[in-house]
């Protein structure tokens, strides 16, 4: 009876897989990736230049997990699973066998279709032996990427421009340009080189006489023999849930209300064209029978502005500059200011269902650090060495998943997270996370859950849930209370908040969904007063209502459309600010030539800066790229995706932003003169599929 449950499954999902295809196209952002940008963007005001994991996702489309064998760090790679769900798969596949088809997924409790429609074009059900490669196949099965990418803004900002007295401030033009070459086989090898330059910067001229800005060179093995994992060359560190270093992509508050915890490899290659958060040397991971030995080192020049009262004897460093930007005398200036010297390791215990690790890390700068000291950042670290250890642990115990770390840091200042996620009911999971970051505790690279980008000065307690309602309905919501015990910058004393965060999504059919979202938030912050020289600690409450709808219509054409209203209240103030958007999204496929072709017309009103409204755009392939809408216009572009054949695709984009009543846009350096601001991006890609 089990088998035939199992076959009819299979059946009652084999038209899933046709409306997957459709939905998921290599050069449409991941929904994993979509849902934490906006948050991570909104918190930061920078988007991350991370897209290794949009990266290995179309690498497992050309080379799928195979299912019957994939192993709980693979299933974490994919970027889409909960830990709860993955250690559903693995006691099914353990108390069952192997699956029999992959539409028996539906069988495994949390795997709903929305679920099974994402994971599909990454994973297969096919030899049920664990492959044996030599190293001729890691050399030969894997794919050739060749991406070249170029950008530019048409209008000249105020950088750009020149007299007959003084020279302009940007020391380059306004092309941006990418370059990548990356040879992949997923689980077992990759290397490539990334070059990029930004706009404004120097190219084969001044400061910039070896062209670009920025290279990075990578080499790393897995599942070679007894390595895991070695690396060469420029790589990223991940450790336990991320309060000692964490330099790729992680889940925070947002949609994604179940994705809290922090899950993967502790070394991965990077392979992006951000220039701060990854380690530059060597690091390897050993595994022999349930443990696994993790050791790094790495040495890097690093951007950073010089303390106030430094000399040309004894310079100290007041800031480190994360943007990677070098094109004006003063951030050249800045460039490699700093030499930091990193070691540390890991050493962790796997058994079935618990695993258990020891982190330690080290940090040296050459010169010292010393920051202008105010109130609100006199608990940070200062010196030339930094050293942090962590205890990282998680495990699954019939439907409940557990994991946590405790770590301390420079002079024993503690910093503690822990986390549960569990399934009350076949159609209810819950999570909980609470954290305690001590206002002295530092960590160069932390990157913990949290309300502030600062793994530092938090307390706080996150509850969500995933109610099914029923087949075509779902609700997500979460709660989160945080206070910070010390100042912190724009609050003067001691604050605290909470968020409330409400999503129903409806599914009437296979092609159409709709979500309608309610974010409530608040918080201290200062306000100033006319009648009052210091700035008072007052109530924030901002609020964000969304409805989205989304209609794919077989293979060809999908349409998106988003309303979005905002609003910014502070206590003190009478009147509140408000903002809305509105935007059309379509993206057709012709029906006689390999071309598609997707654009967006948005309409958009917020009274000011506070009031504005974020949206992730589709963009060339392995761009992150997100809209920070505020003022008062419109906002379109156009994108053309052109498959010339099986290895080569071009990309087209043109991007306008109109304002409304106004006679610059932007400030300082960018700031252009006029009411648009127009980009120009073309793409090509080629590849090399392996045998």
Not at 179 to 204: C, H, I, Q, T
Request: aromatic share 12%; net charge positive; charged share 20%.
């Amino acid at each position: 009876m089990a088998a035939i449950g199992r076959i009819i499954g299979g059946l009652a999902l084999a038209c899933m897989h046709v409306v997957a295809y459709g939905q998921q196209q290599e050069d449409v952002m991941p929904v994993a990736v979509e849902n934490n940008l906006e948050y991570q963007t909104a918190g930061t005001e920078t988007v991350s230049e991370d897209d290794e994991q949009w990266q290995q996702l179309n690498a497992w489309r050309r080379h799928q997990l195979q299912l019957n064998t994939a192993d709980e760090a693979s299933l974490q790679a994919l970027g889409i699973l909960t830990p709860l769900q993955i250690s559903n798969f693995l006691q099914y596949r353990s108390l069952l066998g192997d699956l029999l088809s992959i539409y028996e997924l539906q069988a495994i409790p949390g795997f709903e279709p929305e679920i099974i429609r994402r994971i599909l074009p990454y994973v297969e059900v096919g030899n049920d032996l664990s492959p044996h490669y030599e190293m001729k196949d890691y050399l030969r099965k894997g794919d050739h990427v060749l991406l070249m990418r170029y950008g530019r803004t048409l209008e000249k900002a105020r950088g750009y421009l020149h007299t007959d007295s003084t020279a302009a401030a940007y020391m380059g033009g306004p092309d941006k340009l990418l370059l990548r070459y990356r040879y992949n086989f997923p689980r077992y090898l990759s290397w490539g080189l990334v070059m990029e330059k930004d706009a404004g910067e120097a190219f084969f001229k001044g400061a910039q006489q070896r062209g670009f800005d920025f290279y990075s060179v990578h080499f790393f093995l897995r599942n070679y023999r007894g390595i895991k994992a070695l690396a060469l060359g420029d790589y990223t560190v991940n450790l336990g849930q991320g309060l000692l270093n964490w330099q790729s992509q992680a889940f925070g508050k947002g949609a994604a209300v179940m994705q809290i915890k922090r899950e993967g490899e502790v070394v991965r290659p990077y392979t992006s064209p951000g220039e701060f958060y990854f380690f530059r040397g060597a690091a390897i991971t050993l595994q022999r029978h349930r443990w696994e030995v993790t050791a790094f080192a790495s040495h890097r020049k690093l951007d950073a502005s010089s303390s106030p009262d430094s000399s040309q004897e004894e310079m100290t460093v007041a800031s480190l500059v994360s943007n990677g930007y070098h094109r004006t005398t003063t951030e050249i200036e800045k460039r490699g200011r700093v030499q930091l010297i990193s070691a540390g390791g890991n050493i962790r215990y796997n058994s079935s269902r618990w695993k258990v690790g020891g982190n330690l890390l080290l940090h040296r700068f050459n010169p010292a650090w010393e920051k202008e000291r105010k109130p609100y950042n006199q608990f940070d670290f200062s010196g030339k060495q930094l050293s942090a250890a962590s205890i990282d642990y998680a495990g699954s115990w019939k439907n409940v998943h557990v994991f946590g770390e405790l770590a301390t840091a420079g002079s024993g200042q503690p910093a503690f997270v822990q986390g549960l996620l569990t399934s009350v009911a076949p159609s209810v999971d819950i999570s909980l996370v609470y954290r305690y970051y001590d206002k002295a505790y530092q960590s160069l690279f932390a990157n913990g859950f949290g309300d502030g980008y600062r793994t530092v000065n938090e307390q706080g307690l996150y509850t969500a849930t995933t109610v099914k309602v029923n087949s075509r309905f779902k609700l997500d919501a979460y709660a989160d209370i945080f206070r910070f015990p010390w100042l912190k910058y724009r609050a003067s004393g001691p604050s605290g908040g909470k968020e409330f965060f409400l999503q129903g999504t409806y599914t009437p059919g296979r092609q159409i969904t709709m979500l309608l979202r309610y974010n409530y938030r608040q918080a201290e912050e200062n306000i100033p007063e006319p009648a009052n020289p210091i700035p008072v600690l007052t109530d924030i409450t901002s609020r964000n209502i969304r409805f989205q709808s989304a209609i794919q219509q077989g293979r060809r054409l999908s349409i998106r459309t988003r309303i979005e209203y905002s609003s910014y209240q502070a206590a003190t103030v009478a009147e509140g600010q408000q903002g809305w958007m509105i935007y059309q999204d379509c993206s057709y496929r012709l029906l006689r030539v390999p071309v598609t072709v997707s654009g967006r017309l948005a309409r958009f009103k917020t009274s000011s800066y506070d009031t504005r409204i974020y949206a992730t755009e589709n963009s060339v392939l392995y761009e992150n790229a997100v809209s920070q809408l505020y003022g008062h216009g419109w906002q379109y572009y156009l994108n053309v995706k052109w498959k010339v054949n099986a290895r080569c695709s071009c990309w087209g984009r043109f991007h306008q932003t109109i304002y409304q009543g106004v006679q610059q846009v932007g400030s300082g350096n960018d700031r252009i003169a006029g009411n648009k601001k127009t980009m120009l991006q073309f793409q090509l890609q080629y590849l090399i599929n392996g045998k």
